[in-house]
């Protein structure tokens, strides 16, 4: 195991022979996985433990978003398409210079981009994980989410699959 280096006030709470192996810094809270437990810190002096033991931890995604945000992301592009292509073929619009060409053709070009990432969109924000443990229940169930910002980043997966590792005891 890595030894990763953490703040004063963090290394006050650890015991002895406990080292921080993990950390995912999130919007309201940070938190560090060590050898032994999982702390959540909401400011220097205020933090919350769990023993590895007594926590489970899924993957929550909230697919009507998604589907919602897809749905409009590949309407709006069909009617920036539609636009573009009603102004190309409408003799009264007169689309005679370049200029008005190269217009048209970017509208026309925005319109399927937006279908595109409308079809293919997959936003790590509607995803989170839920770690859950006794005595975590309520509203403070949300503040042990832990989201991505982008997919490609990966953090809280990362951290996520530090805390499944100790939590099974691999």
């Known amino acids: 195991m890595r030894n990763i280096n953490v703040s004063q006030s963090v290394q006050n709470q650890l015991s002895k022979g406990e080292e921080v192996i993990g950390t995912y810094l999130g919007r309201n809270a940070d938190y560090f996985a060590t050898n032994k437990r999982l702390l959540r810190f909401t400011s220097e002096t205020k933090y919350q433990s ?36 009603l102004i190309i073929f409408d003799s009264s619009m007169g689309i005679d210079d370049v200029d008005d060409i190269i217009g048209v053709t970017i509208l026309f070009v925005m319109g399927l981009v937006t279908i595109l990432i409308g079809a293919v969109l997959n936003i790590a924000w509607l995803k989170y994980y839920q770690i859950q443990a006794p005595g975590v229940a309520g509203n403070d169930l949300r503040e042990w989410r832990l989201t991505d910002s982008f997919s490609w980043a990966g953090n809280a997966t990362k951290f996520v699959e530090i805390i499944k590792q100790k939590s099974t005891g691999h």
């Open 50 to 85: 769990l023993d590895y033991n007594t926590i489970s931890v899924n993957l929550v995604n909230r697919r009507v978003g998604i589907n919602i945000i897809r749905l409009i992301a590949i309407g709006f592009g069909i009617l920036i398409c539609a636009l573009g292509l």
